[in-house]
C-alpha cells in the first residue's frame, strides 16, 4: 500500500532559530511536522538537515533520524505508517 506524502511549507515559531518547517501530510492527513536545523547551536553537521519536531499516530516516535531533504522524511514516514503493528 502507497500513501500519497505530501509537504505544505510553513514557518515554525522554535526560540528565533529552526523556523523553515514543513507539514508532511499523508492521504491528506497530518502525520508530522518536520524542521529544517539551522540554529547556531547545532552540531555542524547536522546544519540543513531535516528534524521531526512532531509526529502524530505512529509517527509520534522519540528516536527518528535526521533527513537529508524532506522527500527522504516523507519516505521514512511512509514506511512508519505502512508498517504493520506487531
Do not use: Y
Amino acid at each position: 500500500m502507497t500513501l500519497d506524502i505530501s509537504f505544505m511549507p510553513m514557518r515554525v515559531l522554535i526560540d528565533g532559530h529552526d523556523s523553515e518547517g514543513n507539514l508532511v501530510l499523508a492521504d491528506n492527513q497530518l502525520a508530522a511536522v518536520i524542521v529544517r536545523l539551522d540554529g547556531q547551536t547545532h552540531d555542524p553537521e547536522h546544519k540543513g538537515r531535516w528534524h521531526l519536531e512532531a509526529g502524530f499516530g505512529k509517527c509520534n516516535v522519540r528516536d527518528a533520524p535526521l533527513f537529508k531533504t524532506p522527500e527522504e522524511a516523507g519516505a521514512w514516514i511512509e514506511q512508519i505508517l505502512t508498517r504493520p503493528v506487531v
